[in-house]
């Protein structure tokens, strides 16, 4: 028995530190957190060239529907009437981020807000969550590999009210220094 408990012993700060090492950092998910935010302000510019900056060539948006919009072209043609803000306004912000797979895969989930601008509509806000994975490419930035939310349903003025309150610009995790 003693002979088997050395080499565990010697293991054991081995497997410490190689834990330590694998977990991501907060700095990961505060990245992701602003790239979430940065998403959300290219369709509230109404900017495609944004938009399409930070959805992956192959994302997959609606992931969790039995129609599934596959590749970034498809999205951005998808995506056209939001983009354009003329008839739809969409809102969204992050809620939670986490990060996994040594800090190249994150999911984020917040609250989205659609505004109808037709004033023949019977709801005029429409309310959900969202659920995004990001993955880090080689070259460092975050991109959107899969999208998908709840369906919306109408949203009174408290809230209305109350998805503008929950938002925060600023990451709510504490960021690692190195």
């Given at each position: 028995m003693k002979r088997h408990a050395l080499p565990l012993l010697l293991a054991a700060p081995c497997?410490?530190?190689?834990?330590?090492?694998?977990a991501p950092s907060a700095d990961a998910a505060c990245q992701v957190w602003q790239r979430e935010l940065s998403f959300a302000q290219s369709v509230q510019r109404h900017d495609r060239a944004a938009f399409a900056a930070h959805v992956a060539r192959d994302a997959v948006f609606d992931a969790n529907t039995p129609n599934p919009t596959r590749g970034r072209n498809a999205i951005e043609r998808n995506w056209a009437g939001i983009l354009d803000g003329k008839t739809v306004r969409l809102h969204w912000y992050p809620h939670q981020v986490v990060v996994a797979h040594g800090g190249t895969l994150a999911y984020s989930s917040g609250p989205y807000l659609i505004e109808n601008r037709d004033p023949r509509a019977k709801a005029h806000y429409m309310a959900g969550h969202f659920a995004t994975?990001?993955?880090?490419?080689?070259?460092?930035?975050?991109?959107?590999?899969?999208?998908?939310?709840?369906?919306?349903?109408?949203?009174d003025a408290a809230a209305v009210a109350a998805f503008d309150s929950g938002r925060r610009s600023a990451c709510p995790l504490p960021v690692v220094k190195h």
């Open positions: 497997a410490l530190t190689m834990t330590a090492q694998a994975t990001w993955a880090r490419g080689s070259d460092g930035v975050w991109r959107v590999v899969f999208d998908g939310g709840d369906a919306a349903r109408p949203a």
